[in-house]
């Protein structure tokens, strides 16, 4: 990915990255792709949210309650 080669460090381009990564169902390249975005961004909510969806779709539930914060109890 150019943008990627051009600008490593923007948290929107790894993001995008890691939505490629997501829609072709590579969850665990995925899921890397959003921690990296995360820790550039820690603070942004969408990536957070982005990530929680990639740990449900893979399936690994309890993974994505616990990045969510939401306690389940049962």
Known sequence: M???ELDPLS???VENL???????RRYDESIAQHQKA????PSAAW???DIVWAYAL??????ATKRGGVQVKP
């Open 2 to 4: 150019r943008a990627l």
């Open 11 to 13: 948290p929107q381009i």
């Open 18 to 24: 890691a939505y490629v990564y997501l829609v072709m």
């Open 38 to 41: 995360l820790d550039l961004d």
């Open 47 to 49: 990536i957070r949210a």
């Open 58 to 63: 893979k399936g690994a539930y309890a993974q």
